[in-house]
């Protein structure tokens, strides 16, 4: 069923793709904004409280339901899976951004590029040229795929029904609006939800550059894994950037210069400076390892077939 769920997804996505700001974004950031503005007085307990509200509630809530509904009908389970799948997995939610820069760059439209980028990822990119534009869109097009596709998916497969999708997906806009609404102040709201999101996101991020590295130069992967990995500020993600680089041949996440200061975090990957041909070699990279998943994914729904 989770292999036929997920087919009909990524069917349905490319001939009706989502609006995901309007449908998915807004919405789910409205209620992290909601229950932050009811539970933040600064206390980590409080964090405790509003995450188990925010994330774990509506994620147990459509395990139960999946579960009423298939008891129904399997038929009815099956379409239950498809429209949770349909509103948290899917490669439309970001490549369009992905495209749109790589169009631009190509197009040598690099204010439009670097408009884009800012669009995208919510950062200044009135300096940076076409280099830093490409590195910058390979690398958030890397963690897109990853949290947008790959780690719904393993999440989906391992949890009842579509509740591991709502609960990866949840915890991933939590964490980030929680993070991103802490000014000045010293606050232990955001805390635990960070946390959390690092354990739910441990086996995710390391079976996605397992697939990057065996779809891709296997050998540097691992080696960019292993080395660099545990020097980027997010380790999960750095294993990701580090697999998807090594994968690639390509250099990523080295220091972006801006005005007199320099913004950026530890070297990734091997081999040469990002350009627009690599945005093209890192869209067939991630192609490769959604149907090396695919596969593994049919082989063990015929395994539990045949047993």
Known sequence: MSFLSLIAVFLIEQLQPLHYRRVVEEPLLAWADFIQSRFDAGEYRHGVIAWCLAVLAPAVAVAVIYGFVFSLSPLLGLLFNIGVLYLTLGFRQFS????EIDLALRMDDLPRARQLLAEWQGRSADDLGSQDIARLAIEGG????????????????LLPGPSG????????????RWQAGISEERSDFPTFSARVFSIIDWLPARATA???AIVGDFEDALYCWRTQAGHWPDHNAGIVLAGGAGALGVQLGLPLAEG??????A?????????IDFMQSAVGLVWRATVLWMLLL??????????
């Not at 999708?165 to 980030?176: K, N, S």
């Open 96 to 99: 369009h951004h992905y495209n």
């Open 142 to 157: 890397l963690l897109a795929a990853h949290r947008h596709v790959f780690a719904i998916i393993l999440c989906f497969v």
């Open 165 to 176: 999708a709502v609960l990866y997906r949840l915890a991933a806009v939590i964490r980030e």
């Open 210 to 212: 397992a697939a990057f």
């Open 260 to 265: 007199a200061e320099v913004d950026g975090a």
């Open 267 to 275: 070297a990734l990957g091997l081999g040469e400076a990002a350009d």
């Open 298 to 307: 049919l082989l063990l729904g015929l395994a539990s077939l045949a047993g």
